[in-house]
Nanobody
Framework: VQLQASGGGLVAAGGSLRLSCAAS????????MAWFRQAPGKEREFVAS????????SYVDSVKGRFTVSRDRAKTTVYLQMNSLKPEDTAVYYC????????????????WGQGTLVTVSS
């Protein structure tokens, strides 16, 4: 499995970015696709997830109403639309995929992309 994240950059507070994660190497039936982030000096945390089959989504409370996770099965790509960005959203964002049921936990995901940096200026 290969995951290639892209779309990070520098944006002012209140702005928007869309991250993409191109997935390849297998079919993703029954997989959960997730985004995590790691801010400087902090542990990596769960941001959002989407199930490949039904598109069921989950979010950490701090991004609910601002971020939207989605997947395009034809393009085997997962997206994270981030609106109303805040300086505290600054982090390296990682996409990951796995088949477990503990969507919020890092160890649910054996496959990780390389990360893309999002910087939100105040």
């Amino acid at each position: 499995v290969q995951l290639q994240a892209s779309g990070g950059g520098l944006v002012a507070a209140g702005g928007s970015l869309r991250l993409s994660c191109a997935a390849s190497g297998r079919t993703f039936t029954n997989y959960v696709m997730a985004w995590f982030r790691q801010a400087p000096g902090k542990e990596r945390e769960f941001v959002a997830s989407v199930t490949w089959n039904l598109g069921t989504t989950s979010y950490v409370d701090s991004v609910k109403g601002r971020f939207t996770v989605s997947r395009d099965r034809a393009k085997t790509t997962v997206y994270l639309q981030m609106n109303s960005l805040k300086p505290e959203d600054t982090a390296v964002y990682y996409c990951a995929c796995g088949t477990g049921s503990n969507w919020y936990k890092e160890n649910n995901y054996p496959n990780w992309g390389q990360g893309t940096l999002v910087t939100v200026s105040s």
